[in-house]
Antibody
Framework: EVQLLESGGDLVQPGGSLRLSCAASGFTFNNFAMSWVRQAPGKGLEWVSI????????YYADSVKGRFIISRDNSKNTLYLQMNSLRVDDTAVYYC??????????????WGQGTAVTVSS | DIQMTQSPSSLSASVGDRVTVTCRAS??????LNWYQKKPGEAPKLLIYTASSLHSGVPSRFSGSGSGTEFTLTITSLQSEDFATYYCQQSHSPPQTFGQGTSVEVK
């Protein structure tokens, strides 16, 4: 069964750091680009970041650029999101998701269950 | 960055109704447009990719159309399980932005 399982969400103070993980199973992880998407309370979906299959090419939303780092360990089938300088408006459920086709961006077809990040003093 | 604008922001409908949601891109994205369904407490689900391709397992009452800057999601006969929020997303170029969402509510 194709599955993504996020972990690492927590309550953190403004200015703090947190690392999210996403363990993948049931597919050839190193063939697919991966993304993080978040949803703040009462808000819509916000695309956060993407990492290409090899891990060298990454992109970020302007709202997190310079503060978040996406990475992957293909030997461990795991995706990461290092979040630094956290702000109150980073409070959200964070989802990891897989792009549908190797080498193409035809939709995010597999999603994790989400992990909650709360930034508050 | 490419901006995605959905309309309406919300709509009220009854079971059996035909529902249409529109998504506009701020620049030409060819057919790199995806649609998702989101229910509270659940992960988003891919419905449509590349504007009109139905994702595996998605009922045929869902369809998508459009290209360039204007796209449409249609539900031909709304079912009770379809009450949810729907999002478009462009995957033409990063950041791969989502629309603000359209909430389909019970009339």
């Amino acid at each position: 069964e194709v599955q993504l399982l996020e972990s690492g969400g927590d309550l953190v103070q403004p200015g703090g750091s947190l690392r999210l993980s996403c363990a993948a199973s049931g597919f050839t992880f190193n063939n697919f680009a991966m993304s993080w998407v978040r949803q703040a309370p009462g808000k819509g979906l916000e695309w956060v970041s993407i990492v290409h299959s090899g891990g060298r090419i990454t992109y970020y939303a302007d709202s997190v650029k310079g503060r978040f780092i996406i990475s992957r360990d293909n030997s461990k089938n795991t995706l990461y999101l290092q979040m630094n300088s956290l702000r109150v408006d980073d409070t959200a459920v964070y989802y990891c998701a897989k792009w549908q086709l190797a080498g193409a961006y035809y939709g995010l077809d597999v999603w994790g269950q989400g992990t909650a990040v709360t930034v508050s003093s | 960055d490419i901006q995605m604008t959905q309309s309406p922001s919300s709509l009220s409908a009854s079971v059996g109704d035909r529902v249409t949601v529109t998504c506009r891109a701020s620049q030409d994205i060819s057919r790199y447009l995806n649609w998702y369904q989101k229910k509270p407490g659940e992960a988003p689900k891919l419905l449509i990719y590349t504007a009109s391709s139905l994702h595996s397992g998605v009922p045929s009452r869902f369809s998508g159309s459009g290209s360039g800057t204007e796209f449409t999601l249609t539900i031909t006969s709304l079912q009770s399980e379809d009450f949810a929020t729907y999002y478009c997303q462009q995957s033409h170029s990063p950041p791969q932005t989502f629309g603000q969402g359209t909430s389909v509510e019970v009339k």
